[in-house]
């Protein structure tokens, strides 16, 4: 069981990790909402067609904002719902067995759900 003193220690850990998280979130959405990787956003003033590969390099790069943003997104929902395990006193407790996830791994995880030979 965590002391009280852990648990303030992880709230400021996740609380962290959540903020890094949707910051990480709001730079790839913005450069996708402001047009980083749009067509219109060439800057040439040709009126010469862009070459096939220009185009799959721009979707490259749109697929590549998308991860980025997804993985971040979901870094911030694993914190939120680590968070609200602190709030109603679950947090480092296993999800399958309800036994407690040593505070070794809640150190290098601290959104860990289950205990490692849980899930080997």
Avoid: C, W
């Avoid at 998280?21 to 219109?40: C, I, L, P, T, V």
């Amino acid at each position: 069981m965590l002391s009280e003193e852990q648990l303030q220690y992880f709230k400021n850990k996740l609380l962290e990790m959540q903020e890094e998280a949707e910051q990480e979130m709001e730079r790839h959405h913005e450069g996708y909402e402001n047009g980083e990787y749009s067509k219109d956003n060439t800057g040439d003033i040709s009126s010469v067609q862009d070459h096939p590969a220009d185009s799959g390099t721009e979707m490259h790069e749109q697929a590549k904002e998308q991860t980025l943003y997804e993985a971040a997104r979901e870094r911030s929902i694993d914190a939120e719902k680590a968070l609200e395990k602190i709030e109603n006193g679950t947090y480092g407790k296993s999800e399958i067995s309800g036994k407690d996830i040593p505070i070794e791994r809640l150190e290098a995880m601290p959104t860990a759900r289950y205990r490692v030979d849980e899930v080997e």
